[in-house]
Structure formats: structure tokens, C-alpha cells
């Protein structure tokens, strides 16, 4: 994980966490390369990391992305971070998402703009600020009806995140009145 990717976490907590006194936060691509989300996870979480191996910061072995073992509506915070970029499917990814997340919860996506190929096992994408409004358009074709709350694309070199946070349910955009305050 690089620093950027990290920082943006924090401030993800900070904003939007505090609406929230505890709850499942599942972190999908969890491996601790180079820090994880873990540390950026507010203790009264209870944070779960997924992943495709064993490894630090894994807590759930999947096997398949596009599936995850959750059942619908069962999560209060879903966390990827520096992972869609590998997923051949993100489009199938984001949907698992947002199938487990609850009404009230929220998805925080961090996924690279820009920064040098790099297979983990592949890597297949970067993504630009139009597609922080794509995912929740292809969410709702499918029927879901999650909102995006704020997006932005991290200034910081080389990677240039793009930063994502969506409500679960449009009817709950209104329980998180704050946005992110960026430097």
C-alpha cells in the first residue's frame, strides 16, 4: 500500500466513521503489503480482511471475487483499497460489494488513476473520476440503489488515487452530511 492510499483512509474514518458507533468493516484485498487498512480501522470496528492467500493481514481466504461470503445486507463498511485495479471483473466486484453492504453502510473505494503496471496477479485497469458515477450506474441497472457520497482523485504522485464513498441505499445519503475536508 502506498502512503497516499493509506492517508485517504484516515480521512475516510474520520468523515464518515463517526456516524457510525461499531459494526462488520470487511476489507477486501487486505494483504499488508507495505501497511493495511486494519491500522487505519477505528478500534470499535470489527474489521475482517479478505484476500486471496494467507498472509498478514488476512483474516478470510476467498476464492472467488465476484463471491463473497457474506450474506446480503450484512455489512456496515466495505473497504478496497488499491485491489480493483487487479480484478478482471471489477464491474462484478463493486457489485458484490454493494449486494453485502447494509442500506445504512457505506463502500470506500481507493483505486488507482494513474502509477506503473503491477501484476498482483494481474493488472488489468486504472480508473478515472467518471467512473465513480459508472459504478453506481451499473449498481442500479442491476437493481441495487446505492449513492455515491463524494469522489475525488488524490493529487499525490504517482498513482493519483481515486477515491470513492458510497451510501448503500440513496434513502440513507442523509445520515452522512460531511465530506471529506482535503488539504
Known sequence: MHPSAMQNCIRFFDTYGKHKESGLVIDIGSQNVNGSLKDATPA?????GLDFQKADGVDVII?????LPY?????????SSSCLEHSEFFWLSFLEMVRVVKPDGLIYLNIPSAGQYHPYPVDCWRF?????????KWAQ??????????????????WHDLVCIYAGDMKFVEHYP????LP
Not at 476464492?63 to 463471491?67: G, H, I
Open 44 to 48: 470499535r470496528f470489527n474489521y475482517v
Open 128 to 136: 478515472r473520476i467518471d467512473a465513480a458515477v459508472a459504478f453506481m
Open 141 to 158: 441497472r442491476q437493481g441495487y440503489n446505492p449513492a455515491l457520497l463524494e469522489a475525488y482523485t488524490d493529487a499525490a504522485p504517482p
Open 63 to 67: 476464492t472467488d471475487p465476484y463471491n
Open 71 to 79: 450474506a446480503d445486507k450484512s455489512v456496515d463498511i466495505v473497504l
Open 178 to 181: 460531511d465530506r471529506i475536508d
